[in-house]
């Protein structure tokens, strides 16, 4: 199982940017999708949810109205729009998807850095 994610970059304030996760070697239809979060020294921080036909999103507060989460199960690809970016945006983006079946299922990216900075 292979998680990608791009589109990580520097933006200024109030900018934007469109984060992509590429997944492989799992049924993505399956997957609960989420991104999330880290800076240096603080505990991974949950941003956002997809369910898996996309219907269903769940954001948290301190993303809600800015940030939107997207899936196209033809392309195994989970997206997240970042608009209005502020510079405590900065951080490193992980992209999870999760599935219970006999066990759970678990698997994370390996992150892509967004610096919000003038």
């Known amino acids: 199982v292979q998680l990608v994610e791009s589109g990580g970059g520097l933006v200024q304030p109030g900018g934007s940017l469109r984060l992509s996760c590429a997944a492989s070697?799992?049924?993505?239809?399956?997957?609960?999708m989420r991104w999330y979060r880290q800076t240096p020294g603080k505990e991974r921080e949950w941003v956002a949810t997809?369910?898996?036909?996309?219907?269903?999103?769940n954001y948290a507060d301190s993303v809600k109205g800015r940030f939107t989460i997207s899936r196209d199960n033809a392309k195994n690809t989970v997206y997240l729009q970042m608009n209005s970016l502020k510079p405590e945006d900065t951080a490193v983006y992980y992209c999870?998807?999760?599935?219970?079946?006999?066990?759970?299922?678990?698997?994370w990216g390996q992150g892509t850095q967004v610096t919000v900075s003038s």
């Open positions: 997809i369910g898996t036909t996309g219907i269903s999103t």
């Open positions: 070697g799992l049924t993505f239809r399956s997957y609960d």
């Open positions: 999870n998807a999760e599935a219970y079946g006999l066990v759970r299922y678990d698997y």
